[in-house]
C-alpha cells in the first residue's frame, strides 16, 4: 500500500488531472490511498466567508461554481452524473451555511472549521471523479479519516481512533484507490476540524503510520526539496535524499513549505517520505537519521525581519528579567523568531515579524523598572541546513565563510544540523548567495 498526496496548487485545469492520473496509473498494483488538498485557493476563499458574512452567498456561489466546472472538464457520462449527484450534496449543504453566515453573521472556530471541511470534501469528489475517468478504480470518500480531538483550527489526532476508523473505511471500499480529504479531521461527536495549514501532509503521514505503510509521496508543483529558492539562488537544484532531521529545519525555514508536524509519525520508523513535482521527474526522499557522510544540503532566508534590541544594566542577576520580556510579546500576541541573550545579562535580542516590531516596542517601553534602552534595524535570517554541521571542520568553515559579512548572531537548530545567521538587510542577500555557493560545493 502506498499513501499519495496530491496539493491543490497541481489542481488547476484539466491537464493537471491527466498528469496526476498518470502519477497515480503507476502504483495501482497494490491499494492507494490518496489525500487531497482543496483546490487552489480555495481555502483562502472559504475563509472570507466566514470573516465577510455580508459577502458569504455570493462568495460560496462563485466557489460552487468553479467546482462543477471542473467537474464537467475532468468527468463525462455516466461518472459526471455519479460525480454531480455526489457534489450536490456537500454544495447544498455549504449553500445552506452560507445562508446562516450571512443571516446571523457568526464567526468561532468551530464553525470556522465546518467552512473550511468543504475546500477538501469538494476536491476529494473531482479528483475520484476524474481518475475514474481515466479508468482507475477509484472512490471517492467525503469523510475525514482521521478523528481529532476539538482544539479547532489546529486540532490534535488521536491515533487509536484514527487507527480503527482507517480500518473499518479501507474493509467497507473494496476499490483499489481510496481518495480521503486531507488537512481536516472530525470529533468523536461528529464536529469537523483542522489541523493547522499545509495540514495534507501531515494527514498523510498520520494515515501511514496508523496503517503502517512503507511509502508516502507528497506531490506538488516542484521537483522536490530543493538547496534554495530557484528564484533567488543561481544553480539551485534538487536534493536528492534528507535525513528526517534535515527536512524538519528546511521545510519549516522555508525552503519548503510543509506542516510543523509532518514528519514527526515517521520518526522512529522505516517509512520512506518522497517529496516529488507533478510536472517533473525529479524527487526528494526523506528518510532515516543523520549518517556520517552527511554534508551541507540547503538555504533558506526567512526576509522581513526586525531584530529588537533591549539594553540595560539593571537586569544583571535579576530574576525574571528575561521572562517579563517574553510575556509582554505574548500580551502583544507576537511570535518571537528567534532570541539571544550574553552571559553579562546586559540585553536581550529578539527577532520578530518587521509588521509586529512597533507593537512589541511600546509593550516593551512599559518595562521601565529594568528596561533603559530600546533599539530595532531591519534584519533578514539566513540559515543553512545540513548533518555535517555536526562535524566541527564543516561547521567552522561555514562560519568562517560568513564571518566577512560581520552577521549579527548566529544560532544553531534541531540535533546541530542547522545554523542560523541573523544579518542587516543589506548584507543578508550576499550572504545568502555566499552559502549556497557552499552548499552546492558538498553536494555535487
Same mark, same amino acid.
Given at each position: 500500500?502506498?499513501?499519495?498526496?496530491?496539493?491543490?496548487?497541481?489542481?488547476?485545469?484539466?491537464?493537471? /488531472?491527466?498528469?496526476?492520473?498518470?502519477?497515480?496509473?503507476?502504483?495501482?498494483?497494490?491499494?492507494?490511498?490518496?489525500? +487531497?488538498?482543496? !483546490?487552489?485557493?480555495?481555502?483562502?476563499?472559504?475563509?472570507?466567508? +466566514?470573516?465577510?458574512?455580508?459577502?458569504?452567498?455570493?462568495?460560496?456561489?462563485?466557489?460552487?461554481?468553479?467546482? /462543477?466546472?471542473?467537474?464537467?472538464?475532468?468527468?463525462?457520462?455516466?461518472?459526471?452524473?455519479?460525480?454531480?449527484?455526489?457534489?450536490? #450534496?456537500?454544495?447544498?449543504?455549504?449553500?445552506?451555511?452560507?445562508?446562516?453566515?450571512?443571516?446571523?453573521?457568526?464567526?468561532?472556530?468551530?464553525?470556522?472549521?465546518?467552512?473550511?471541511?468543504?475546500?477538501?470534501?469538494?476536491?476529494?469528489?473531482?479528483?475520484?471523479?476524474?481518475?475514474?475517468?481515466?479508468?482507475?478504480?477509484?472512490?471517492?470518500?467525503?469523510?475525514?479519516?482521521?478523528?481529532?480531538?476539538?482544539?479547532?483550527?489546529?486540532?490534535?489526532?488521536?491515533?487509536?481512533?484514527?487507527?480503527?476508523?482507517?480500518?473499518?473505511?479501507?474493509?467497507?471500499?473494496?476499490?483499489?484507490?481510496?481518495?480521503?480529504?486531507?488537512?481536516?479531521?472530525?470529533?468523536?461527536?461528529?464536529?469537523?476540524?483542522?489541523?493547522?495549514?499545509?495540514?495534507?501532509?501531515?494527514?498523510?503521514?498520520?494515515?501511514? #503510520?496508523?496503517?503502517?505503510?512503507?511509502?508516502?509521496?507528497?506531490?506538488?508543483?516542484?521537483?522536490?526539496?530543493? +538547496?534554495?529558492?530557484?528564484?533567488?539562488?543561481?544553480?539551485?537544484?534538487?536534493?536528492?535524499?534528507?535525513?528526517?532531521?534535515?527536512?524538519?529545519?528546511?521545510?519549516?525555514?522555508?525552503?519548503?513549505?510543509?506542516?510543523?508536524?509532518?514528519?514527526?509519525?515517521?520518526?522512529?520508523?522505516?517509512?520512506?517520505?518522497?517529496?516529488?513535482?507533478?510536472?517533473?521527474?525529479?524527487?526528494?526522499?526523506?528518510?532515516?537519521?543523520?549518517?556520517?557522510?552527511?554534508?551541507?544540503?540547503?538555504?533558506?532566508?526567512?526576509?522581513?525581519?526586525?531584530?529588537?534590541?533591549?539594553?540595560?544594566?539593571?537586569?544583571?542577576?535579576?530574576?525574571?528579567?528575561?521572562?517579563?520580556?517574553?510575556?509582554?510579546?505574548?500580551?502583544?500576541?507576537?511570535?518571537?523568531?528567534?532570541?539571544?541573550?550574553?552571559?553579562?545579562?546586559?540585553?536581550?535580542?529578539?527577532?520578530?515579524?518587521?509588521?509586529?516590531?512597533?507593537?512589541?516596542?511600546?509593550? !516593551?517601553?512599559?518595562?521601565?523598572?529594568?528596561?533603559?534602552?530600546?533599539?530595532?534595524?531591519?534584519?533578514?535570517?539566513?540559515?543553512?541546513?545540513?548533518?555535517?554541521?555536526?562535524?566541527?571542520?564543516?561547521?567552522?568553515?561555514?562560519?568562517?565563510?560568513?564571518?566577512?559579512?560581520?552577521?549579527?548572531?548566529?544560532?544553531?537548530?534541531?540535533?546541530?544540523?542547522?545554523?542560523?545567521?541573523?544579518?542587516?538587510?543589506?548584507?543578508?542577500?550576499?550572504?545568502?548567495?555566499?552559502?549556497?555557493?557552499?552548499?552546492?560545493?558538498?553536494?555535487?
Amino acid at each position: 500500500m502506498r499513501i499519495i498526496k496530491i496539493g491543490g496548487s497541481i489542481q488547476k485545469d484539466p491537464n493537471d /488531472y491527466h498528469l496526476i492520473a498518470e502519477k497515480i496509473k503507476k502504483f495501482t498494483d497494490d491499494k492507494v490511498i490518496v489525500v +487531497t488538498s482543496a !483546490l487552489k485557493n480555495v481555502t483562502n476563499e472559504l475563509l472570507q466567508v +466566514t470573516n465577510e458574512p455580508e459577502k458569504a452567498v455570493s462568495k460560496v456561489s462563485e466557489i460552487i461554481d468553479r467546482h /462543477y466546472d471542473m467537474l464537467s472538464k475532468v468527468s463525462n457520462g455516466e461518472v459526471f452524473e455519479e460525480g454531480f449527484q455526489l457534489l450536490s #450534496k456537500v454544495t447544498d449543504e455549504l449553500a445552506k451555511v452560507a445562508w446562516a453566515i450571512g443571516m446571523l453573521g457568526e464567526n468561532n472556530p468551530r464553525l470556522r472549521d465546518y467552512v473550511l471541511s468543504f475546500g477538501e470534501r469538494m476536491a476529494v469528489i473531482i479528483l475520484g471523479e476524474a481518475l475514474r475517468s481515466y479508468g482507475i478504480d477509484a472512490r471517492p470518500i467525503t469523510e475525514p479519516p482521521l478523528i481529532t480531538d476539538s482544539n479547532y483550527g489546529e486540532a490534535n489526532v488521536l491515533l487509536p481512533e484514527t487507527k480503527e476508523r482507517l480500518h473499518a473505511l479501507l474493509e467497507s471500499v473494496k476499490s483499489k484507490v481510496v481518495v480521503v480529504p486531507g488537512f481536516i479531521g472530525i470529533t468523536p461527536e461528529g464536529k469537523y476540524t483542522t489541523i493547522g495549514r499545509g495540514g495534507s501532509d501531515y494527514s498523510a503521514t498520520v494515515i501511514a #503510520k496508523a496503517l503502517n505503510v512503507k511509502e508516502v509521496r507528497l506531490v506538488t508543483e516542484v521537483p522536490g526539496i530543493m +538547496t534554495g529558492d530557484p528564484r533567488k539562488f543561481k544553480g539551485a537544484k534538487t536534493i536528492p535524499r534528507l535525513s528526517l532531521e534535515e527536512a524538519v529545519e528546511l521545510s519549516q525555514l522555508g525552503a519548503k513549505r510543509l506542516h510543523p508536524k509532518t514528519f514527526d509519525p515517521v520518526f522512529d520508523t522505516d517509512i520512506e517520505v518522497y517529496v516529488e513535482g507533478l510536472y517533473d521527474v525529479e524527487f526528494t526522499v526523506v528518510k532515516g537519521s543523520c549518517t556520517p557522510s552527511d554534508v551541507l544540503k540547503g538555504i533558506a532566508v526567512v526576509e522581513g525581519l526586525t531584530l529588537i534590541d533591549v539594553e540595560s544594566t539593571r537586569m544583571v542577576g535579576r530574576i525574571g528579567s528575561a521572562a517579563a520580556v517574553m510575556t509582554e510579546a505574548q500580551k502583544a500576541n507576537v511570535n518571537i523568531i528567534a532570541m539571544s541573550q550574553p552571559a553579562s545579562e546586559t540585553s536581550i535580542q529578539l527577532v520578530v515579524s518587521s509588521s509586529d516590531a512597533k507593537k512589541l516596542q511600546e509593550r !516593551l517601553a512599559s518595562l521601565k523598572e529594568f528596561v533603559k534602552d530600546i533599539s530595532a534595524i531591519d534584519v533578514d535570517a539566513v540559515s543553512i541546513v545540513g548533518c555535517g554541521l555536526q562535524r566541527p571542520e564543516i561547521a567552522s568553515k561555514v562560519i568562517s565563510s560568513a564571518a566577512a559579512y560581520n552577521p549579527i548572531s548566529v544560532s544553531r537548530g534541531m540535533k546541530r544540523v542547522s545554523l542560523t545567521f541573523i544579518a542587516e538587510r543589506g548584507q543578508a542577500v550576499e550572504l545568502a548567495e555566499e552559502l549556497h555557493e557552499v552548499v552546492l560545493k558538498w553536494i555535487n
